[in-house]
Every structure is written in C-alpha cells, then in structure tokens.
C-alpha cells in the first residue's frame, strides 16, 4: 500500500516514514505564507490562503497519486495527522480512491520510533581491535541467519574517523532512526540480538541517550584477531580510496596520534604504502580501545580467537562457541 508523505519537500527530506513518496500539498515557500497568515492573521485567512494554492493543483495531485497507487489503496499522513492530510484524504477520496489517514501523523509516527529502539531487548555486543572485520563477520553472521541489528549499514559509515571513506552520503539523524526502527521491529522478540560495538556517534549520526546506555550495560563477546591480520583488513577495506581521502582523515586525529606519527601515515598514503599508513593508525585505535574495555572488563562474556579465519568461518565459530551463553544470558532477561 503506497505511502504519500504530503508535507513539504524540505519536511520530506529532513525526515519520512520508511517507504514512504512525497506527494506535498504545498512547496516549501507556500507552507511558509500559510503558516505566516495564521500568525498574523488567524486559521479562518490561512485556510483560504491554503484553498488558493492548492485549488489549481487539485487535477495535478489525483494524476500523482493515480499513479503512485496503481489501483491499490492509499495511506497518507502530515506532520500531526490535521489538516493537510485530512484535505488530501478528502480530495482522494473524493477521486475514488481508498485512503487511510496517519491519526498522529508523522509526529506520531516519530514517537513510536523512538519507543521502539529504546525497548529493552537481549542484546550481545561483538567487540574487537580495529581492523577485526566486525562489521564483516556481523553480516556473516545474518547470512548465517543470526539476528544482527547492523548499525554501520544503515548509517552508511564505517564508525571511525576513516569510516566516510569509500561510502555514500549518510542518511538524515531522522531517517537513520526511522530505518532502525524498522529494522528493529523485524528482528525476532525473543533471541539474542548482535551488534556491533560503537561509540554514541557513528559519523555523523548520533545513537539516542537511551538506546546508547543499552548498549552500554550490554553483555560483550570480544574477538581475537593478530595485528597482521587486521592490517590485511584495513588494507583491503581502503585499498581502493583515493589517496587525498585518506591523507585528509590524519590531521583529524594528529593531536592523539602525534603530529609527526600523523605526518609519516600521510606520507606513507602518498607513497601507497597503507600498510605502514594503517600500522601507525593503530596505535592510536588499539590504545583507545583498550581504555575502553578495561571500564568494561566485567561484561566480558568470552573472547572467540578468530585469527586467519574468514568472515564466513568466524561468524560460524562465533555462534557455535556462545550457543550456551546466549540461552545462559536469557534466562537472565525473563521479560524478554
């Protein structure tokens, strides 16, 4: 059933329910003027102002919507739930065709998003050093039919500083939440569910207060990889960006790096020796996360040694050797 999201396209692009079209009442100079006369002038002047913008249009908006709907139903839904959807629900209608209005609208829409990430749920955290190929394993892992809630895929972001290299433009912080969200709500109620350990931002998105203390009170399954193998990874993971991508992302980490230290990884970049480049990257990256893990040293439940392995051979041995912990860990969360 097509979705038609009829607020302005600025609205539309900040934020939309997942799957939804744009089919705006009014352009975003339009819902200005609108909103401009019911302050000045009160609803009575703005609903007529409304009804002259939108009158010309009327033909134009059933074709739309004709062909979005290809004879199948309509949802439609505003900001609130009020009156652009309610006119739009009437002008369907009115068209033939069959409309269900968003009560709440997107407004609505948003509360529920946010009350679905922030339900507790088993969750279990793979951790690991940089250059792990978590990420790599944990959709191993979902191809191996595990339940995995990829955060880096939908923020379209690697999570570190080098995380935008070689990745599209990230979605808006709203439809990173929507599309979570959804995500979310497709994953089994009563199974462990795997994710990756981030810090709060992911780019630049940011992972809600709420959702991100579950994630920190979260149970840990930490991977073991040697330092040659994870300097393989990143080599292969950034081996295709451009060389000035990667020089630009340094200077950004210098100050805990060292400025010289930060100087030869660019030199080594230019020269294409991103091995040397990753190694001195590294040092930063592995110091950081061992002052992470050592304040979470107690929700450790196992480390799986996963070096030389595939992803596909790590994600195996990760759910074969926590089979009884994850049935361990939810005897621990009767509510779920």
């Known amino acids: ?36 006369c019911y302050k000045t002038k009160g609803q009575a002047e703005a609903i007529r102002l409304g009804l002259a913008f939108v009158g010309p249009k ?34 369907l209608t009115t068209a033939g065709h069959r409309v269900k209005r968003w009560e709440g609208g997107y407004k609505g829409y948003r509360q529920r998003v946010q009350a679905i990430w922030n339900a507790p749920r088993p969750w279990m955290v793979l951790s690991g050093l940089t250059g792990s190929g978590k990420t790599e394993i944990l959709r191993a892992m979902m191809a191996q039919s595990a339940p995995v809630f990829d955060l880096e895929g939908i923020a379209h972001h690697k999570g570190s500083a080098f995380g935008h290299v070689g990745e599209g433009d990230q979605p808006t912080q709203e439809n990173f939440e929507n599309n979570g969200a959804h ?98 990257a590294l040092s930063y990256y592995d110091r950081t996360y061992q002052e992470s893990i050592q304040k979470r040293a107690k929700q450790i439940l196992t480390t799986v040694d996963v070096r030389d392995l595939s992803a596909a051979e790590a994600a195996a041995k990760i759910i074969t050797e926590t089979i009884e912990i994850r049935s361990t860990w939810l005897t621990h969360l009767p509510q779920h």
């Open 183 to 280: 995500l979310l709500e497709e994953l089994p109620e009563k199974e462990v569910l795997w994710m990756e350990d981030e810090s709060r931002s992911i780019g630049r998105i940011w992972m809600h207060s709420d959702f991100f203390a579950l994630k920190k009170e979260a149970p840990l399954v930490v991977i073991e990889r040697s330092r040659a193998n994870r300097l393989d990874h990143l080599v292969a993971l950034y081996g295709q960006a451009s060389k000035e991508d990667l020089a630009a992302v340094f200077p950004k980490i210098a100050k805990r790096l060292g400025h010289q230290q930060a100087q030869t990884a660019i030199e080594a970049v230019y020269q294409g020796d991103l091995r040397s480049a990753a190694d001195i």
């Open 1 to 36: 059933m097509p979705i038609l999201d009829v607020r302005s396209p600025s609205e539309f692009a900040h934020g939309r329910a997942v799957g939804a079209l744009s089919l705006p009442l009014f352009s975003d100079q339009e819902r200005h003027e609108v909103g401009l």
């Open 58 to 91: 009327m033909a134009d908006l059933v074709e739309q919507a004709d062909q979005l709907a290809q004879g199948s139903d309509i949802e439609v839904y505003c900001w609130r739930g009020g009156m652009r959807s309610q006119s739009m629900e009437w002008l």
